[in-house]
């Protein structure tokens, strides 16, 4: 459906997209994730057409977009600030690009209010200023004002990036949700890891202007494909090399002791059901970190440093100072770049 063919997209001599290649499907929830300056927003941005590519073609269902006008690509955006009129009431707010279509009184009227239910506003928060909303519900609004609209393809640029986190946590699911009711293409920009694993159908972790990998949330956090991504996504032990050497020892592979390994934390274990796959590795406690349904252990392992979580079952709690066999299995850790 959506289509980048080789883009480049430059800022005077700054090269900030070289070379983009990306497909999204119709109908996909698709996010572009990576740390701040990496070139997932400038990628949106170059989408909805605030910005030109220096090179390369921009496809929407075959049609090339790259030089069309922002108003003619019937792409809705909600931005980070929402944007919204603050001297608005809810429903002008929302009825704004209605108006400016000049849809009759009646149209506007019907296309407001049913947006409103999906999105969960009520009657009485339509006819309220904006000012007067909490920031959930301002997020709300946005969303209500761009697919009023009924755009082609719904772009989201760090949309809950201003909310406390049980906020954003309830809105997450309410966007997902309402998502795939509505069947839209959704372009989604954020740098939070859990965000884009629990929303996506599909992720692209951008570095440095480029594409690192592009996969569904499980491959991407289970198969990385280079140390940027692994590291980038989730939490993450590093192996050196003297705990490459012990695991080499012990099972005869062949990891290489001058690159770094890696291993996420939840596969680091202290009471595995067959212990004859792992490999024993003696850690000592040097931090506890209590979060209710588990805790996070952080170790001293050879002279290195490994965490691992458990669950908070019942069982008693490692102590500071107490000395833990700690477990992992050799396909668990991942090296890069032989």
Known sequence: MIEFRNIEIKYGKYIAITN??????????????????????????????????????????????????????????????YALFPTMNVFDNIAFGLKIKKLSKQEIEQKVKEISRKVELNQMQLYKNVSELSGGQQQRVAI????????????????????DAKLRGQLRLELKRLQKELGITTIYVTHDQEEALTLSDRIAVFNNGCI?????????????????????????????????????????????????????????????????????????????????????????????????????????????????PLYVDPKDIMQFGG
Not at 42 to 66: A, C, E, N, Y
Not at 144 to 162: G, K, M, Q, T
């Open 20 to 81: 983009l290649n990306l497909t999204v499907q119709e109908g996909e929830f698709f996010t572009l994730l990576g740390p701040s300056g990496c070139g997932k927003s400038t990628t949106l941005r170059g989408l909805v057409g605030f910005t030109t590519p220096s090179k390369g073609q921009m496809l929407l269902r075959g049609k090339d977009i790259t030089y069309l006008p922002v108003e003619k690509r019937e792409i809705g955006i909600v931005f980070q600030s």
């Open 212 to 324: 690192e990998q592009v996969g569904t949330p499980y491959e991407i956090y289970n198969h990385s494909s280079s140390e940027f991504v692994c590291d980038f996504i989730g939490d993450i032990n590093r192996f050196k090399k003297n705990i490459l050497e012990l695991v080499n020892e012990k099972t005869g592979l062949l990891f290489n002791v001058t690159k770094d390994a890696f291993i996420r934390i939840e596969r680091v274990h202290t009471n595995p059901v067959m212990k004859s796959q792992f490999v024993e590795i003696k850690g000592r406690v040097i931090e506890c970190e209590y979060n209710g349904i588990y805790t996070k252990y952080t170790y001293s392992v050879m002279g290195e440093t490994i965490k691992s979580i458990e669950k908070n079952d019942g069982r008693a709690c490692y102590n500071i100072g107490q000395k833990v």
């Open 144 to 163: 209500a004002r761009a697919l009023v609209l009924e755009p082609s393809i719904l772009c989201l640029d760090e949309p809950l990036s201003n909310l």
